[in-house]
């Protein structure tokens, strides 16, 4: 029975998480999003210095054992868990899954040798691989920038290096400028990612020729002055060698001026 204080949490009842109830021996709670994951101090004290430091120091969460993690999403979190406690080698989120799963079929017919490239998913229910479309792999690095912020929170040195890891594994195959954008964006989040920025700004460079093009690409991105700026001047380069390709096609060659005026005026104004 609760206490008359205690504010009832969701993970009341199992949700299929390994932390949704006390199991082996756990002796402590993080809360996040009311959802309760029982976890056990040592395992996280030897994992997070600052895990050691809240739980052996003279924290409140030393005498009560239980953690409150405001602003965090309990599927990061409770991913993040997992990958603590070894009970996960992978980075993809539960969202992502294979046809065969999300219709929920009792066998995947996926090829499990499948190999893993930047273009392909690992399902998180069958651990197959599938070939992923464009939302699919923006979910799957916005997934990677949450946990690498609380790699570098709980200070988790071996998850921020597997983290930089796969997205540089991603950035040596590009499949299309959405994913080059994507990884762009990543790097500027994520540190030591140097590697991954120049090869995407590359990329874009090679295949990024439209205003258009650049304005969907940039649309609901946190990218910074500097890269946007960078971006534009790509564009306006890019447009600028073609114009003089196109004389011999009048609409198209007035199609490209039109662009890198617009995009020259915008930049310049």
């Known amino acids: ?27 402590a709670v993080l809360v996040v999003e009311d959802i309760e994951l029982h976890v056990h101090t040592q395992t996280l004290s030897l994992a997070s210095p600052v895990f050691e430091a809240m739980f052996n120091g003279n924290f409140v969460e030393a005498q009560t054992r239980r953690v409150p993690l405001e602003g965090k999403s309990y599927e990061t979190v409770e991913h993040m868990l997992k990958l603590v406690y070894n009970l ?20 995947c017919k996926k090829d499990k040798k499948g190999r893993r490239k930047s273009y392909f998913n690992g399902c998180y229910l069958c651990g197959l691989y599938y070939k992923k ?6 979910l799957f690095i916005q997934h990677l920038v949450l946990l690498d912020e609380l790699s570098k929170e709980y200070m988790l040195d071996v998850l921020a290096d597997k983290i930089q890891a796969e997205i540089v594994h991603q950035s040596k195959a590009i499949a299309n400028l959405q994913h080059a954008f994507d990884l762009l964006e990543a790097s500027e989040k994520i540190a030591d990612c140097m590697e991954t920025a120049a090869t995407s700004i590359k990329y874009i460079r090679l295949h990024l020729d439209s205003y258009g ?4 690409l940039l649309n609901e991105r946190s990218l910074t002055i500097e890269t946007i700026l960078k971006m534009k001047s790509i564009v306006l380069i890019n447009l600028l060698e073609k114009w003089p390709e196109s004389n011999l096609f009048e609409h198209e060659g007035n199609q490209y001026k039109k662009e890198a005026m617009l995009l020259a005026k915008e930049l310049f104004d």
């Open 213 to 216: 093009g650049l304005k969907d």
């Open 88 to 107: 996960t080698n992978r980075l993809e989120p539960k969202t992502l899954a294979c046809l065969s799963c999300k219709l929920g079929e009792t066998k």
């Open 133 to 138: 479309n464009d939302l699919e792999r923006r």
């Open 1 to 27: 029975m609760l206490a008359k204080d205690q504010t009832p949490c969701k993970s009341m009842v199992d949700d299929g998480s390994p932390f949704a109830n006390p199991w082996k021996g756990s002796n």
